[in-house]
C-alpha cells in the first residue's frame, strides 16, 4: 500500500515540500560529487598502472600526495559542510509556537496520531494516517512508546528518531495535494519493515471540510451501531439485494461480538464502552486507506483477513488472530467496522 503512493520517481528525489526540497538539492550535490570523484579515482588508478613512467612518478610523488589527498579533500568537503549546514538551516530554526501541530508516537509496529488544539490539547486520535493542508508548516511531535523509531515522509522532509522518554519535533510542509507514503526510518524489530503510514495533503478548503465532518463526528458520537438505513448492501454479484445481505452480515451483531470478544479491551470506538489504549484508535477506520500500519489496502476483504489471521500478515505483531471466530462472524465485525467513517 505504501509502494502505491510513494510513485515514481523516488520520493527522496521528487520534493512535495520546501523542507524535502532542501534535502533533495543536498542530494544531487553529494551524487554529483560522488561521481566527480570517483572519475578522478579512476583515472589516477588507469594512470598508475597504463601511465607513462613520468606520470607515475607525479603520482606517486609527495606533491601529488599533500595536494590529492590533503588539501583538495579538506577544501571540498569544508565547503560541503558550510553550503549544507547553510542550505538546510530552516530544518532547525526554532519552533514559533503557532504552527499546527500533530503528536506522532511510534508503537511496535504502528504509529499512533493525535490532533492537537492550540493548547496542546488533543482533540483527536487516528492512527498510521496524518491528514494536513497544503502550504501550511506543521510541527510533529514525535515520541516512542517502546523502543527508538524514526518518522520519514521523504516527500515532505527529513527524518527524525523517536526517542523512549524524548519528545522531539519535526517540521513538515507540503506545497501540492497528494497521498505520501511514509515509513519508520530505524530498525525496530523483527517487523519493522512493515510498519508505515501515509500522509495526505489536502488543499485548504478541503482541508478544513475534512476536520469539520471529523470533529462533527466525534461531537454527535452516540453507540456505533448501525441502523437500518446505514447498513452496506454488500458486493451485488454476491448479494443481489439489502435484505440478503443483511441477512448474512449484519452489523449490530458485529458490534456485540466486538464487544464479547475482546476488541474493546485494546481499541477505542468514540461514543461506544470501547475504550481500549493499546491498539489503533478505530473511531474512523473505514475511512483510513490503508490497515496494518500500510501494508494492506483497506475494504472488507482485508479487514476480515486481518481480523481473522493477522500474525500471518504481519507475523509478530501485538493484535492477537482472532481464528477462532467463524468466517460469519468475522464478517458480521467488518460490517460494523465498515460503518466507522
Known amino acids: 500500500m505504501i509502494e502505491a503512493v510513494w510513485g515514481w520517481p523516488p520520493p527522496v528525489l521528487d520534493p512535495a515540500g520546501p523542507y524535502s526540497a532542501q534535502v533533495t538539492t543536498l542530494s544531487w550535490a553529494l551524487f554529483a560529487l560522488g561521481v566527480f570523484v570517483t572519475g ?54 526554532p519552533i514559533r509556537g503557532d504552527e499546527m501541530r500533530i503528536r506522532v508516537t511510534g508503537e511496535m509496529w504502528w504509529f499512533r496520531v493525535e490532533y492537537l488544539d492550540p493548547d496542546g490539547a488533543v482533540m483527536m486520535v487516528d492512527a498510521n494516517e496524518i491528514h494536513i493542508p497544503v502550504d501550511t ?59 508505515g503510514f501515509i500522509a495526505v495533503v489536502h488543499e485548504p478548503a478541503a482541508w478544513q471540510s475534512w476536520l469539520a465532518d471529523r470533529m462533527d463526528t466525534l461531537a454527535n458520537a452516540a453507540e456505533p451501531v448501525a441502523q437500518e438505513s446505514q447498513r452496506y448492501p454488500g458486493d ?10 443483511l441477512e448474512r452480515y449484519d452489523a449490530r451483531r458485529g458490534y456485540d461480538l466486538f464487544m464479547e470478544t475482546g476488541c474493546a479491551a485494546c481499541h477505542r470506538i468514540a461514543g461506544s464502552e470501547a475504550n481500549g489504549l493499546a491498539g489503533p484508535d478505530l473511531t474512523h477506520i473505514a475511512s483510513r486507506r490503508s490497515l496494518g500500519a500500510g501494508i494492506l489496502p483497506n475494504h472488507r476483504g482485508t479487514l476480515i483477513g486481518w481480523i481473522g489471521d493477522s500474525q500471518s500478515i504481519k507475523p509478530g505483531n501485538r493484535m492477537p488472530s482472532y481464528d477462532r471466530l467463524s468466517a460469519e462472524d468475522l464478517g458480521h465485525i467488518a460490517a460494523f467496522l465498515e460503518l466507522q467513517k
Not at 519528545?167 to 497528494?178: H, N, P, V, Y
Not at 454479484?237 to 440478503?244: G, I, Q, R, V
Request: proline share 6%; net charge negative.
Open 137 to 195: 508548516p506543521v510541527v510533529l511531535e514525535l515520541e516512542s512508546a517502546d523502543v527508538i523509531h524514526s518518522f520519514w515522509v521523504p516527500h515532505l522532509s527529513g527524518k527524525k528518531d523517536m526517542i523512549p522518554g524524548r519528545r522531539t519535533l519535526l517540521r513538515i510542509e507540503a506545497d501540492r495535494a497528494g497521498e505520501f507514503g511514509g515509513v519508520c526510518a530505524e530498525y525496530c524489530g523483527g517487523q519493522h519493515a512493515l510498519m
Open 236 to 245: 451485488a454479484d454476491l448479494y443481489p439485494t439489502e435484505a440478503e445481505y
Open 40 to 93: 578522478v579515482v579512476v583515472v589516477a588508478l588507469w594512470v598508475a598502472i597504463k601511465g607513462p613512467p613520468n606520470w607515475k612518478a607525479n603520482l606517486g610523488g609527495e606533491r601529488a600526495i599533500w595536494i590529492g589527498g590533503v588539501a583538495f579533500p579538506g577544501v571540498v568537503l569544508t565547503a560541503l559542510l558550510i553550503w549544507g549546514l547553510t542550505l538546510t538551516a530552516s530544518l532547525t530554526e
